[in-house]
Structures are given as C-alpha cells and as structure tokens.
C-alpha cells in the first residue's frame, strides 16, 4: 500500500497517471467526433444516435461518471506534476529543454484550461440546454428527442459557432501534443520528429472532423 502511494505522489506516477487518463479522454474525443460525423446521414439517423445513448442509462451514467473521475486525475496529476518542476528549481531549466520545446508544449497548462472552461460551457449548452433552452429537448415526428435540431439551431447562431471553433483549435493543440507525448510518459519510445509529425496530422484530423459539420450547418450545407 505504502508503495502505491509512494509511487502515486512520485514524478513518474504522475506522468503515467496523465498518459494513461490523458489517453482515455482521447478515445472518448475520437468516439464523441465519429459520433457527430452522423450528421451528415439527417435526422433519422442522428436522432436515432442520440436516442440510443440517452435511452441507455446502465452505460450513460457509468461513463459520466468515470469521465468526471478520469478528467479530475489527468488535472489533478498535471497540478502536482507543475508544482514538483516549479520546486525543483535546478532541474527546471532542463526539464524545459528536454520536454517543452515547442510553443505547443509550453502552453500545454493554458490550453488545458482554457478546455476545461470549454468543456463546461458546451455541457451548459448541450447537455443542460441552458445556453439556447428555446431550442432544448424538442421531440421529432417519431416522439425522439430531437438532437438534430438543437445541434442545427446551435450552429446557425456564428457566435455559438465562433466559440466551438476556438475551442476545438485548442482541443486540436492540445491533443495534438498529448497524443504522442503519451508514449514518452510510458516509456514506449519512438522517434520524436515522427511523433511531432503523428501529433500534428492527428490535430488536423480531430480539428476538421469536429468542424466539418458545425461549418456545413453554418453555411446551409446542413439543417
Ligand atoms: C464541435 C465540437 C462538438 C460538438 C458539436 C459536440 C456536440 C455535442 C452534443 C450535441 C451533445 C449532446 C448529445 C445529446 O444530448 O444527445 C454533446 C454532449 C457531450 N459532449 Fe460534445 N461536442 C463537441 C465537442 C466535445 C468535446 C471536445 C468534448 C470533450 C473533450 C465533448 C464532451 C461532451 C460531453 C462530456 C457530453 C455530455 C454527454 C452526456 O450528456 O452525458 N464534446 N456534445
């Protein structure tokens, strides 16, 4: 017991902890943006989505829940792992040669934030329906809750829209970094000019997959 602890409060169980938290939030990410894709397939199909997780509750609260716990280690073992480089003074300066090179990387905390502050407005808007609450919890022809609508109504106001698009450029950065990074953390090891490349394509993907369909909606193209 004392062990796991003791590993829990080192540098190295931190990091793992974030790799490991960090890569779980990716599949989510990754799942969630396939998931929007189906927009593009109209409202039966969309609707026939959102419908099917809401109706599954035994799987919709478990993975709230396990969202929120995985969410709150990953800033948690950020937080402490900021607070050991800021104390160990001599070993800091070298921690940000080695590990923060690029502009990316050192904003690594502020993008983490700023989605964190993303992530609350967008479960006010989607989830809580507080944001547009006249386009909330509308049903279609078939009795269903009417997700179509709402994503449609959210994305037709440019505001809204600007809003997602800065956070999905930072959620893009951000991930962009993590996704590789992880594999240092854990110590499976790989060029890092590959990893750089891998991460860059991968913000590319996740930034257009998640845009691709607010910007169809914004444009007419959808809705
Ligand atoms: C353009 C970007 C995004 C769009 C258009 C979008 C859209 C949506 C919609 C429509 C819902 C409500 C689904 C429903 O009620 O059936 C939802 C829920 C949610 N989204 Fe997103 N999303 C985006 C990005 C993200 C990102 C980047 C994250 C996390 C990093 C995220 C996390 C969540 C969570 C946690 C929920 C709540 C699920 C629940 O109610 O249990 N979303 N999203």
Not at 156 to 178: D, E, K, P, Q, T
Request: proline fraction near 2%.
């Amino acid at each position: 017991m004392t062990s796991i602890a003791n590993y829990a409060r080192s540098s190295v169980g931190a990091k793992h902890v974030m790799a490991v938290t960090g890569l779980l939030l990716i599949v989510f990410v990754v799942l969630h943006m396939v998931g929007h894709l189906q927009i593009f397939l109209g409202p039966n199909v969309y609707n026939a989505y959102a419908h099917f997780l809401q109706s599954l509750w035994e799987v919709k609260w478990p993975v709230r829940i396990a969202l929120i716990a995985i969410v709150i280690l990953h800033c948690v073992a950020a937080a402490f792992l900021v607070a050991r480089n800021q104390s160990a003074r001599g070993a800091r300066y070298q921690h940000r040669q080695t590990f923060l090179s690029s502009a990316t990387a050192r904003a690594m905390g502020w993008t983490g934030l700023a989605i964190l502050a993303f992530i609350a407005f967008h479960i006010a808007h989607f989830t809580l329906g507080v944001v547009q609450p006249e386009a909330f919890h509308h049903r279609d022809a078939l009795g269903r809750y009417d997700a179509y609508g709402m994503y449609v109504a959210g994305f037709r106001n440019v505001v809204l829209y600007g809003v997602y698009f800065i956070g999905m450029a930072l959620l893009s950065m951000h991930l962009g970094h993590g996704a590789f990074s992880w594999m240092q953390s854990l110590g499976i090891t790989r060029a890092e000019k590959d990893q750089e490349k891998a991460g860059r394509i991968f913000a590319i993907v996740l930034f257009v997959g998640y845009m691709l369909p607010p910007t169809a909606v914004v444009l007419r193209l959808v809705g």
